[in-house]
């Protein structure tokens, strides 16, 4: 059965960087984008962008260009969610979610970013 | 602010049938299919429709989709208490080149 199982939550201070993993199982990893989605405490979905798992580009979505980059190891089936020069407003749960033709057809159990002082 | 624009709350009682609709514009429901996912508390979005009115597998028939020009509807017959969640639906918007959200409902199961 498809399963993508992230990395643990994280408490990083401002400024540090954190590197958030989705590991794939039970599909061809290459055969579907992968996107991110955040969601602040309380609040709704956010699309953050998707990357080709076949060509490993990334596309971002307004507002997650700068600090942020999508990566893949499609080794052992994973990708990576980078996040750099953390701030406050970062803290969120980010989700990887599997892309079956613009629909998220499975997602990650999401990880908690909390950045604090 | 969301792009696509949902009620923030609905509710209604156990056996009833709800919906929850969801705006957007040309750009976006008017020009792409639309999806919708639900969230039960303290879980990842699950996957409810796709494709406007398409049920993945081990969705039940309770729920059905539509769509009419710049906006789309969820239904829910026969509500149950474990409906109680958060629904969002979901669009390709050519203009932002991007995946938008609506701002999700919260159902609540009387």
């Known amino acids: 059965q498809v399963q993508l199982v992230q990395s643990g939550s994280e408490l990083k201070k401002p400024g540090a960087s954190v590197k958030v993993s989705c590991k794939a199982s039970?599909?061809?990893?290459?055969?579907?984008?992968m996107n991110w989605v955040r969601q602040a405490p309380g609040q709704g979905l956010q699309w953050m962008g998707w990357?080709?798992?076949?060509?490993?580009?990334?596309t971002y979505a307004q507002g997650f260009t700068g600090r942020f980059v999508f990566s893949l190891d499609t080794s052992v089936r994973t990708a990576y969610l980078q996040i750099s020069s953390l701030k406050a407003e970062d803290t969120a749960v980010y989700y990887c979610?599997?892309?079956?033709?613009?629909?998220?057809?499975?997602w990650g159990q999401g990880t908690l970013v909390t950045v604090s002082s | 602010q969301s792009v696509l624009t949902q009620p923030p709350s609905a509710s209604g009682t156990p056996g009833q049938r709800v919906t929850i609709s969801c705006s957007g514009s040309?750009?976006?429901?008017?020009?792409?299919?639309v999806n919708w996912y639900r969230q039960l508390p303290g879980t990842a979005p699950k996957l409810l429709l796709y494709?406007?009115?398409q049920r993945p597998s081990g969705v039940p028939d309770r729920f059905s989709g539509s769509k009419s020009g710049t906006s789309a509807s969820l239904a829910i017959s026969g509500l149950q208490s474990e409906d109680e969640a958060d629904y969002y639906c979901?669009?390709?918007?050519?203009?932002?080149?991007?995946?938008?959200f609506g701002g999700g409902t919260k159902l609540t199961v009387l």
């Open positions: 990357i080709n798992t076949n060509t490993g580009n990334p």
């Open positions: 039970g599909y061809t990893f290459t055969s579907y984008p």
């Open positions: 040309s750009s976006n429901i008017g020009s792409s299919t």
């Open positions: 979901a669009a390709w918007d050519d203009s932002l080149k991007g995946v938008v």
């Open positions: 979610a599997r892309d079956d033709d613009r629909s998220l057809d499975y």
């Open positions: 494709s406007n009115n």
